[in-house]
């Protein structure tokens, strides 16, 4: 009898898998263990760990407790939370505590601190911990009563999905971004809901880590249960002396055959926006949009507070000034790399350019704090989301588009196509 041939997703489910069966298929529910846990201080607002905290952990080495999404606390409720969340890293006896200041956000910093490997899953609350397909493993938001088993026991379940093959080539062409490579796909494929997504293709070898996590990250946004990208030398040269263990990349089985297929040529997408309330087969070239006036910029989220980022804000900003009618903010994911940023000196062109760089944290792109928008206002955002009510009042307007289309309009007034200061492919 042949074997069945298996994709990365379904080879690292079976290798954490606690059944003795030799192979998985699309439907199957698979009980795993986990490589680490991570809890965020948004779940100090959920009784369920207010009101019944675990007892011990599993393995206190293996779990990590990150403040990002509401760092520092903005109102009563979130204090009284968080103070209950440090009383139990105490009580847990958790090392891994990152209070206000020593983390940003929970995906960017694990990257950092090296735990995202490949062939691990890691269990995290946060929608967008499909993050770590960048990183050849997996990761996917659970709710926070799952996540407190997970805290007691070290094991969680997932149902087996069909996997769709998105190849990726050529390189991408200033001045377009991996934001709107993402943005591309997610306007022609549209939603997969319980579905995973594999990437391949010659194009990946010419992405950074930074731009590859942008697009695992979005894909969050299609509904999709896993997305994850191949181990290669780039990965291999980022993980160097920063993994914390020793790991097992994963390659698909040759032959194994998906779902559906996908190709995209990345020289040929050019800097794309998504229009207000959702993403799915809703974006468009930034260039057919037309000029539509903002009243805040927002660059940052675990997806674009990368230092690739912040650089290509810095400079379309550099000797600029933003519109007088618009605000920019400007959140660095990490501590590390708001570092880095000052030290390359964006931080300081950002500023003079009249813009306004926040502490690393979720802050604005979920609407917490850090720039909440009010009625009848327009925002353009290299965040993650922009659902109505995402980022503040139901009423105000999100557009989304990349950092690089985001500084532009912070400059213009109106959503504008960063190829004006850029030049490229597309001007």
Same mark, same amino acid.
């Given at each position: 009898m042949v074997a069945n041939l298996l994709n990365m997703i379904e080879k690292i489910l079976l290798a954490h898998s606690d059944s003795d069966t030799k192979t998985v298929s699309p439907g199957d529910i698979v009980n795993v263990s986990v490589d680490r846990v991570m809890l965020l201080d948004i779940a100090g607002l959920h009784p369920e760990l207010i009101n019944n905290p675990p007892k011990e952990a599993f393995d206190r080495s293996k779990l990590a407790i990150i403040f990002d999404h509401f760092a520092p606390a903005p109102n009563i409720e979130m204090a009284i939370g968080t103070s209950k969340i440090r009383k139990l890293a105490h009580k847990l006896g958790v090392n891994d505590f990152y209070d206000y200041g020593r983390a940003g956000i929970s995906h960017a910093f694990a990257a950092e601190r090296g735990w995202l490997l490949p062939g691990r899953i890691i269990a995290n609350t946060d929608s967008h911990s499909i993050a770590a397909g960048a990183y050849n493993m997996l990761s996917r938001g659970l709710g926070t009563p799952?996540?407190?088993?997970?805290?007691?026991?070290?094991?969680?379940?997932?149902?087996?999905?069909?996997?769709?093959?998105?190849?990726?080539?050529?390189?991408?062409?200033?001045?377009?971004?991996?934001?709107?490579?993402?943005?591309?796909? %997610?306007?022609?494929?549209?939603?997969?809901?319980? @579905?995973?997504?594999?990437?391949? /293709? &010659?194009? !990946?070898?010419?992405?950074? =880590?930074?731009?590859?996590?942008?697009?695992?990250?979005?894909?969050?946004?299609?509904?999709?249960?896993?997305?994850?990208?191949?181990?290669?030398?780039?990965?291999?040269s980022y993980l160097k002396n920063r993994a914390e263990s020793y790991f097992r990349p994963v390659r698909p089985d040759e032959h194994t055959e998906y779902s559906r297929y996908y190709s995209f040529d990345m020289r040929d997408i050019p800097p794309m926006v998504a229009l207000p309330d959702s993403v799915s087969r809703n974006t468009k070239p930034v260039s057919e949009l037309g000029n539509i006036p903002?009243?805040?910029?927002?660059?940052?989220?675990?997806?674009?507070?990368?230092?690739?980022?912040?650089?290509?804000?810095?400079?379309?900003?550099?000797?600029?000034?933003?519109?007088?009618?618009?605000?920019?903010?400007?959140?660095? %994911?990490?501590?590390?790399?708001?570092?880095?940023? @000052?030290?390359?000196?964006?931080? /300081? &062109?950002? !500023?003079?350019?009249?813009? =306004?760089?926040?502490?690393?944290?979720?802050?604005?792109?979920m609407g917490g704090h850090m720039g909440i928008l009010a009625d009848g206002e327009t925002a353009i955002t290299s965040t993650t989301r922009n659902f109505r009510g995402r980022m503040g009042s139901r009423e105000a307007k999100i557009?989304?588009?990349?950092?690089?289309?985001?500084?532009?309009?912070?400059?213009?007034?109106?959503?504008?196509?960063?190829?004006?200061?850029?030049?490229?492919?597309?001007?």
């Open positions: 799952e996540l407190l088993q997970v805290i007691c026991t070290g094991r969680t379940w997932f149902i087996v999905g069909e996997t769709v093959n998105i190849e990726l080539n050529g390189s991408m062409q200033s001045p377009t971004e991996s934001k709107d490579v993402f943005l591309k796909l %997610a306007g022609e494929i549209g939603d997969l809901p319980n @579905e995973n997504i594999e990437f391949s /293709g &010659e194009g !990946i070898g010419q992405m950074t =880590m930074d731009q590859r996590s942008v697009v695992s990250t979005m894909c969050a946004e299609l509904s999709v249960e896993f997305a994850i990208f191949p181990y290669d030398k780039v990965l291999k903002v009243d805040q910029c927002v660059i940052g989220s675990c997806a674009n507070g990368r230092i690739e980022d912040l650089e290509s804000a810095a400079r379309i900003l550099k000797g600029r000034k933003v519109h007088r009618d618009t605000r920019l903010i400007v959140t660095p %994911a990490t501590p590390e790399i708001y570092r880095n940023a @000052e030290r390359l000196g964006y931080i /300081g &062109e950002i !500023i003079d350019a009249g813009g =306004m760089v926040t502490n690393p944290t979720c802050g604005s792109c557009y989304m588009a990349s950092s690089a289309t985001v500084a532009a309009s912070a400059i213009k007034g109106y959503v504008a196509d960063p190829s004006e200061f850029l030049g490229g492919a597309f001007s």
